[in-house]
């Protein structure tokens, strides 16, 4: 792709590499955010995310807490969903 390619947007515009570098740049951030658990989403992105029933069966069985609490919300580590996520369940036992 020719880097003198520029790519409009309603608020600006920018070059081609510049949106290329910048979008990498957020990529490994979040990635790193990730991988050392310090990616937080709150409870109605975890309900969206992974399901109503299944993040309230989570947390109703001990199996997630929240990592912070302010007055009116519950924040939880994305690992830790993912985590929960990924395990196979067996309800016929």
């Avoid at 020719?2 to 081609?16: A, I, L, R, W």
């Avoid at 990529?27 to 989403?41: C, N, P, S, T």
Wanted: proline fraction near 2%.
């Amino acid at each position: 792709m020719d880097d003198n390619k520029e790519m409009h947007f309603s608020d600006t515009t920018v070059s081609y590499l510049q949106f290329v570098d910048d979008l990498a740049t957020k990529i490994a951030l979040r990635v790193h955010q990730i991988e050392k658990g310090q990616l937080e989403v709150s409870q109605a992105q975890a309900f969206r995310m992974f399901g109503r029933a299944d993040v309230e069966r989570w947390i109703r069985n001990g199996k997630l807490m929240p990592c912070r609490i302010s007055p009116g919300k519950k924040r939880y580590k994305l690992t830790d969903l993912q985590q929960l996520a990924s395990v196979t369940q067996n309800y016929t036992l």
